[in-house]
């Protein structure tokens, strides 16, 4: 994560480093001709540090012309997730009435597969997430199977589901080994279409659609959470409220790679937040976001980062819809 602390002490590493490669360059010059110094028209190159928020929101350009989505079954894309175990490809689902699987999009919006989840259903899938596996290694995908327009469901599901190889070719298939976590509020029924992995807590959160002017609210599912024996559900805990303006109600949402900024879809544009060193993700959602560029979409449902931190992906419902790419130059 970033705070101005950890965002200072990067740069004071690279001023120390750039000193110290001056210094070594300087003794093994001594005495006249090149020594150790880099060949006549070399360059060096330093990763920058990870954007803030307001970089984001102030520097991303919208990606033209957008790639389109050639798989014909995606007609009502409500959630996406990029992947960081294959370049460039996202990872899409439908909205309600859709089946329970996922769809893996290339680089080019070339179908990389239709991949069902075994076991799983699909009340009303709204959003998906990639996040920190239990015990650590690769990515799982995790589905939200979180609409209740009604207010009348009592439990909600995610599915926690590995994420499967989708090279060149890749037509799909089945992927084995789903986790169903069935979840409940404590307050009583809510419509959500957010859900967030952090990647340094390992928790999950839901994040409520807030119709009628009641606060966004924030939700969590600790980390190492596992389905029940007993088929009771695990009732979630209400964190706090997130910052969302009034009358923009809340469609997606992602957290960077690194922790660090958090990012909110709405109808009318994407939302993000710093989130300093310490803090949980509730705690930054409280603060005031920064608004942040979004290509005008028929219906945006749909918000994922690029694992670099420098963009980010959202795609509208629609048949071929572009997948539209802001990213900072």
């Not at 740069?11 to 006249?32: E, F, I, P, R």
């Not at 560029?293 to 629609?318: C, H, K, M, N």
Request: charged share 20%; hydrophobic share 40%.
């Amino acid at each position: 994560m970033r705070g101005d602390g950890g965002r200072t002490a990067r740069l004071v590493a690279v001023v120390a480093a750039l000193a110290l490669v001056g210094a070594v360059g300087a003794c093994s010059s001594g005495g006249g001709g090149n020594g150790g110094a880099a060949p006549e028209g070399a360059t060096t190159t330093t990763e920058p540090p990870a954007p803030t928020a307001a970089e984001l929101c102030a520097g991303v350009q919208l990606q033209s012309p957008p790639v389109t989505v050639a798989q014909p079954a995606l007609t009502e894309t409500s959630g996406v997730a990029t992947s960081r175990a294959h370049e460039g490809v996202v990872w899409a689902h439908n909205d309600s009435g859709g089946a329970p699987e996922v769809f893996a999009i290339g680089p080019d919006g070339a179908d990389r597969g239709r991949w069902a989840l075994a076991g799983a259903q699909a009340v009303d899938w709204e959003d998906m997430a990639r996040g920190p596996a239990p015990g650590g290694g690769a990515d799982d995908l995790y589905l939200a199977d979180i609409g209740d327009n009604r207010f009348r469901r009592t439990t909600i599901t995610v599915y926690r589901a590995p994420e499967p190889a989708v090279g060149e070719g890749a037509t799909g298939g089945t992927i084995d080994g789903v986790a169903a976590l069935t979840l409940a509020y404590p307050d009583g029924a809510h419509d959500a279409e957010a859900l967030l992995a952090d990647p340094v807590s390992g928790d999950l959160f839901v994040v409520t659609k807030a119709w009628g002017g009641v606060a966004t609210g924030v939700y969590r599912v600790p980390a190492g959470t596992e389905p029940a024996a007993d088929g009771v559900p695990l009732v979630m805990t209400r964190e706090g409220d997130a910052a969302v303006p009034a009358g923009q109600l809340v469609t997606g949402g992602d957290v960077t790679v690194d922790g660090a900024v958090v990012g909110l879809r709405t109808y009318g544009g994407v939302l993000l937040w710093d989130r300093t060193d310490g803090q949980t993700v509730p705690e930054a959602l409280a603060a005031t976001p920064c608004a942040a560029p979004a290509a005008a979409e028929p219906q945006g449902e749909a918000l994922a980062f690029d694992p670099d931190g420098r963009g980010y992906v959202t795609i509208s419902e629609g048949a071929t819809p572009p997948v539209d790419r802001a990213r900072l130059p």
